[in-house]
């Protein structure tokens, strides 16, 4: 069978993919979002066609602090590139900046930046922000105001925190793979953080489901 050059072979994954819809929701914040589940169907499927695929390594990871408060977590990926029987080491280089929001920190990471990947070499068009600045502008910018002090939740609040925890572990249970699990939680971490604080049992709840969840996707 003719092989084609590699270059082609992009080509013709981006032609065959030309966009990803936005099918996932985030009910909290109210905006729908590309996962990285439409992301694997999408492109994945199509390189496959193409006998082109690509290995996402983990380079090096930083810790800093941002105002002496916020912990933030630098990760650099590495891909490595591969069609028919020849390879590219080190094609494309992917830093990832987020919050750190405890042991699913380097899967989100790993998320994002494959995202940024395949947006980046394909020219997907998802009408997102690239991956790696909505994580960063995210998880970045989003902490770098100081918490107000605040009264204790309302009888509403604390309702509406009940029913947000009952639609995570539903979203969390539906999860079929960890990068789409690990995605639940970092789209929804503002919820949690005001969960963990104003209704920690609901917390703890949607917690126990998450592990669960990712236990159970090894």
Same mark, same amino acid.
């Given at each position: 069978?003719?092989?084609?050059?590699?270059?082609?072979?992009?080509?013709?994954?981006?032609?065959a993919v030309k966009k990803l819809a936005k099918s996932s929701e985030n009910k909290f914040g109210n905006?729908?979002?590309?996962?990285?589940?439409?992301?694997?169907?999408?492109?994945?499927?199509?390189?496959?066609?193409?006998?082109?695929?690509w290995h996402m390594r983990e380079v090096s990871v930083e810790p800093f602090v941002i105002a002496n408060k916020y912990d933030i977590m630098r990760?650099?990926?590495?891909?490595?590139?591969?069609?028919?029987?020849?390879?590219?080491?080190?094609?494309?280089? @992917?830093? @990832?900046?987020?919050?750190?929001?405890?042991?699913?920190?380097?899967?989100?990471?790993?998320?994002?930046?494959?995202?940024?990947?395949?947006?980046?070499?394909f020219k997907i068009r998802t009408g997102e922000s690239d991956g790696g600045e909505m994580a960063q502008a995210q998880a970045v910018g989003s902490t770098l105001m100081p918490d107000e002090p605040k009264a204790g939740p309302t009888k509403e609040e604390l309702e509406k925190l009940q029913a947000q925890s009952e639609v995570m572990k539903q979203g969390i249970k539906?999860? !079929?793979?960890?990068?789409?699990?690990?995605?639940?939680?970092?789209?929804?971490?503002?919820?949690?953080? !005001?969960?963990?604080g104003d209704a920690p049992d609901l917390y703890d709840e949607v917690k126990a489901a998450f592990s669960a969840?990712?236990?159970k996707l090894k």
């Open positions: 069978m003719k092989t084609i050059p590699i270059r082609q072979a992009i080509s013709n994954v981006s032609m905006y729908m979002y590309t996962s990285i589940d439409d992301y694997y169907e999408g492109i994945v499927s199509a390189a496959h066609k193409e006998n082109l695929w990760y650099v990926f590495a891909v490595d590139l591969y069609h028919e029987d020849s390879g590219i080491q080190g094609f494309d280089t @992917i830093t @990832i900046e987020l919050k750190v929001v405890g042991g699913q920190t380097a899967g989100i990471a790993r998320s994002f930046a494959e995202k940024a990947f395949m947006r980046s070499l539906a999860s !079929k793979t960890r990068d789409s699990l690990f995605e639940q939680w970092f789209i929804n971490e503002e919820v949690l953080k !005001k969960m963990q969840a990712k236990d």
